[in-house]
């Protein structure tokens, strides 16, 4: 029998292409492969044994086949990236605290609103099964914060924290240290609740929780850099590749604080874009037209339009708790991949002649119902004593991400 060459290379390329199959099937046993978190096969890719695939089977090795990160509620998704942080506006108080750097932020999630008055009643409602009456009266708020010996707000001690009107307002008077104890009893009290609805055996240690892809990851304050980066949103501002049409001074755009769009999801042409003090006086503006800055307090949590991230009130309304202890240069001296200062390295205190600078003062972002513009800026920062609490200083949690793919 006689073959074209046309022919010949037709029956070549078949050989070729049943080879091909024959030899990719030797080499594919079942349950062997490319594998991935959420694809894991059925057998170890090492050892050739068996999975088990049953969260409570104690015999066989447990294989997830979802690593897929639960994250709690409240949480909104922040994809970190490369940015420009530290002020871009005058530095009108000379602090030089937080000059320009680019750092990359890894991806995490963020409290899309500041915790509320309902949030933290809640979590004393549950303290109160656990500790003593003397424990429990030193996580509650002060009330005084609202006090003062020259203005009349004495009655907000009684009502600001308490009357369900001022529910959905954010919690005050709050220190960062009672902020964090919210934040690890969150962690404990959400990772009960996904055991009892996925019927996780309460044996399960943390460790083979996370195993199993179904642990959540602990609530905590967000690190300065991570606030930061979350306020400012510059997501909203990209186009073509890795490409930035511009920056941002406060987390929408433009240079002022009213809305100079008149879109729906950012509200009407004009309004304000936060709750803030507009002057020396002035807190909400005058009767009968105030827009919708009415508030002379805080305000309602989801008041205002949310920035590029969904995340609401990252200026004004409330300032914010965040981890890190404050030092003047912690531009300069930190990673420039997640940063973050967790104390006083390569910036002790005693460089400093004043003795404010401890490891127990720690910065706050944000601005808030009683400060100026100037404030409302993410690059700009303010410190206290982590045991102190005020009226405008309130605080979100935050969470890693985790997983494959960080999502």
């Known amino acids: 029998m006689r073959f074209s060459n046309k022919s010949y290379g037709?029956?070549?390329?078949?050989?070729?292409?049943v080879g091909g199959s024959l030899l990719s099937s030797c080499n594919k046993t079942p349950g062997y492969g490319r594998r991935t978190a959420n694809n894991p096969g059925k057998k170890s890719a090492t050892t050739g044994a068996e999975f088990s695939f049953e969260e409570n089977d104690s015999t066989n090795f447990f294989v997830a086949k979802n690593a897929e990160q639960i994250p709690g509620p409240n949480l909104k998704f922040i994809q970190g990236g490369r940015a420009v942080l530290g002020s871009q506006e005058e530095d009108v108080m000379a602090f030089r605290d937080n000059l320009e750097r680019t750092i990359t932020v890894a991806n995490f999630y963020l409290d899309e609103t500041e915790i509320t008055n309902n949030d933290f009643r809640e979590f004393l409602f549950d303290m109160k099964k656990r500790v003593s009456a003397d424990s429990l009266a030193n996580l509650e708020p002060r009330e005084d914060v609202w006090g003062g010996a020259l203005s009349f707000n004495d009655m907000y001690q009684s009502y600001y924290?308490?009357?369900?009107?001022?529910?959905?307002?954010?919690?005050?008077?709050?220190?960062?240290?009672?902020?964090?104890?919210?934040?690890?009893?969150?962690?404990?009290?959400?990772q009960e609740l996904i055991r009892e609805e996925r019927g996780i055996d309460s044996s399960f240690t943390k460790s083979q929780l996370i195993e199993r892809g179904v642990a959540l990851a602990d609530y905590r304050l967000p690190s300065e850099a991570e606030w930061e980066y979350a306020a400012k949103a510059m997501i909203g501002t990209q186009y073509l590749d890795e490409n930035q049409e511009y920056g941002r001074i406060y987390p929408w755009d433009g240079r002022g604080v009213r809305n100079p769009y008149n879109v729906k999801r950012k509200g009407k042409q004009g309004d304000f874009l936060a709750n803030f003090k507009r002057g020396r006086g002035d807190y909400g503006g005058?009767?009968?037209?105030?827009?919708?800055?009415?508030?002379?307090?805080?305000?309602n949590v989801y008041d205002m339009a949310p920035n590029d991230f969904g995340l609401y009130h990252m200026a004004g309304n409330m300032n914010e708790w965040v981890y890190d202890v404050y030092r003047p240069l912690t531009y300069q001296d930190a990673d420039d991949l997640n940063p973050v200062r967790k104390d006083g390295y390569q910036d002790e205190a005693e460089n400093y002649e004043i003795s404010k600078f401890s490891d127990e003062i720690r910065v706050y972002k944000g601005g808030s119902w009683r400060d100026v513009t100037y404030w409302l800026a993410p690059g700009t920062r303010r410190f206290m004593h982590q045991d102190s609490a005020t009226n405008h200083i309130g605080f979100r949690c935050a969470m890693i991400s985790i997983g494959e793919k960080g999502k």
């Open 161 to 190: 924290f308490r009357f369900p009107g001022f529910n959905f307002y954010p919690v005050a008077g709050v220190s960062w240290q009672q902020a964090n104890t919210y934040a690890k009893w969150r962690t404990e009290y959400v």
């Open 286 to 299: 005058i009767s009968g037209n105030q827009r919708n800055d009415g508030e002379i307090l805080p305000t």
């Open 10 to 17: 037709i029956w070549a390329a078949a050989l070729m292409i």
